[in-house]
């Protein structure tokens, strides 16, 4: 497959086009690439980069919370999903168990912290990724890379010091887990000296491509029953 | 650990916070200030992790994304069981109920589910959309005419309830919902109507395949009773509050 030009500067050892491989085809890519944020269908990601991009339009802390908790959704649905389907076994199990508490941890505080500003949680489709123990595994470290690089985009952004405290200690800990997954990958933990952010338009264009978010099916109607009566 | 010891390191993590903040202040051009040990100790409440609850009464359901031929086995030659289509006759999205998957393969994973119509069936996962899950499960009692739906496997709803009469009864077994209908003009069926993946075998000639529905009533006074075509007839104020509490999905069985 093809990244972007954006994003094979950021994926600079191959992790998340090899990851994200099975699920983005050259044409979503380019059809994302050229649609352009606003027009992304993850819309609470779209939508909080276009309220408080990086480059200098920060409306608050609340839009960097409610970033990262969609972020943190993301994973914890993603690694639930998988321990509840079962079909990981050993050093991969354990990690998608342990990593999982952990983000579902930092969803509940997120959302304890937001309160009634916290956004609601999207529908996934993660595509069968975690039915599969390589595809779970591949696109584990994509997630773990991403979320690293998304906190290290925003945390800056942070005003109130206890918020930029806890997004600090969430950060290193996700950091570790992208070492943790790296290593059952097969990839090097630590592959440079110095990690870059990754701006939230780009994550959202990402995660887009994906086509891991979804809206719930129709399954509320108005059409006159044909059932039996 | 010892409390100094704790004391010690919270002191430790303060300091490297503060200095994490001196940093993150500058890269953001704003006036922070540095964090300090109160500061810190005012942050987030991270809660303990915890681990996933063994849950008995989870159930998942995916909508169909690409119509598709159910199978007797996990694998694309194996006898087909049934099509199964993107929609149901009202419009909406069709659903099944996922009951377990194989192994993955090279030709990808394949998911067991309990299908519109009352059969199983193996599916490719790649024509089912994201699972959602349910605590819900409703009985339907045939013989003592009741409905009764459990969350979490405690009951939190029951209802007295008109089935299907001798020659065209509601069939028994284990089925789910997989729609719901408001707002249409049909006053036999009350407000409010769920529709459900039993087929009611006496009326083969229905039109949309004869599908059992949960619904309302113009005929209250009919219920409970052994009268209808196979659907489950509730009072409408019953039925209201069964929508209240409901969701696609829900397996609903019939005994």
């Known amino acids: ?229 | 650990m010892p409390a100094g010891h704790r004391t010690r390191l919270l002191a430790l993590a303060a300091g490297a916070l503060a200095g994490a903040a001196t940093v993150a202040s500058s890269l953001a051009g704003s006036h922070v200030g540095p964090v300090t040990p109160r500061a810190a100790a005012q942050t987030i409440a991270i809660p303990p992790p915890r681990p996933l609850k063994a849950d008995p009464h989870l159930v998942r359901w995916a909508p169909v994304a690409a119509a598709t031929v159910a199978r007797e086995e996990p694998r694309a030659e194996a006898r087909p069981v049934a099509v199964v289509a993107r929609g149901t006759p009202e419009g909406t999205a069709n659903v099944v109920l996922v009951l377990g998957r194989s192994h993955a393969t090279p030709a990808g994973v394949w998911l067991r589910a309990r299908l519109p119509g009352g059969r199983l069936g193996w599916l490719p996962r790649r024509a089912l959309g994201g699972y959602v899950v349910v605590t819900t499960q409703l009985v339907v009692d045939r013989r003592r005419l009741t409905a009764t739906l459990l969350r979490d496997g405690r009951p939190v709803f029951r209802a007295p309830v008109a089935v299907g009469r001798p020659s065209s009864p509601t069939p028994a077994g284990r089925f789910y919902v997989r729609d719901v209908l408001r707002d249409y003009r049909s006053a036999m069926y009350g407000p409010l109507a769920f529709g459900t993946s039993a087929r009611a075998p006496g009326v083969t000639d229905w039109p949309a395949g004869g599908f059992v529905g949960i619904h309302g009533t113009d005929h209250p006074e009919l219920i409970p009773g052994r009268v209808s075509h196979g659907c489950v007839r509730l009072r409408n104020p019953d039925i209201r509050r069964l929508g209240r509490l409901m969701t696609v999905g829900t397996p609903v069985t019939v005994r």
């Not at chain 1, 999207?122 to 994509?142: H, I, L, M, Q, S």
């Not at chain 1, 690089?149 to 200690?169: E, G, H, N, S």
Request: hydrophobic letters at 50%; proline letters at 5%; a positive charge.
């Open chain 1, 1 to 229: 497959m093809s990244l972007p030009a954006w994003l094979r500067a950021y994926d600079r050892d191959d992790a998340i086009a090899e990851a994200f491989g099975g699920a983005l085809s050259r044409r979503q890519t380019l059809q994302a690439g050229a649609a352009g944020a606003a027009a992304l269908t993850v819309h609470a990601l779209a939508a909080d980069a276009r309220a408080a991009d990086s480059s200098g339009a920060a409306t608050g802390d609340v839009a960097v919370l409610n970033y990262a908790l969609t972020l943190e959704y993301i994973q914890a649905a993603f690694y639930s999903e998988a321990e509840r389907a079962g079909v990981l076994h050993g050093p991969l199990a354990e990690q998608a168990r342990v990593v999982g508490a952990h983000e579902r941890a930092h969803v509940a505080a997120f959302r304890r912290v937001l309160g009634t500003r916290a956004i609601a949680a999207p529908r996934f489709d993660f595509r069968g990724t975690t039915e599969d123990p390589a595809a779970f595994r591949k696109t584990a470290v994509a997630f773990e890379d991403l979320a690293v690089a998304a906190y290290k985009d925003q945390i800056p952004l942070l005003r109130q010091p206890a918020f930029l405290a806890a997004a600090v200690a969430i950060h290193s800990v996700e950091a570790r887990h992208a070492a943790w997954i790296r290593r059952l990958a097969g990839v090097l933990p630590a592959a440079r000296a110095f990690d870059e952010p990754l701006p939230r338009a780009q994550v959202a264009r990402l995660v887009a491509s994906t086509r891991f978010v979804v809206s719930l099916p129709r399954t509320t109607g108005t059409g006159a029953p044909h059932l039996t009566g």
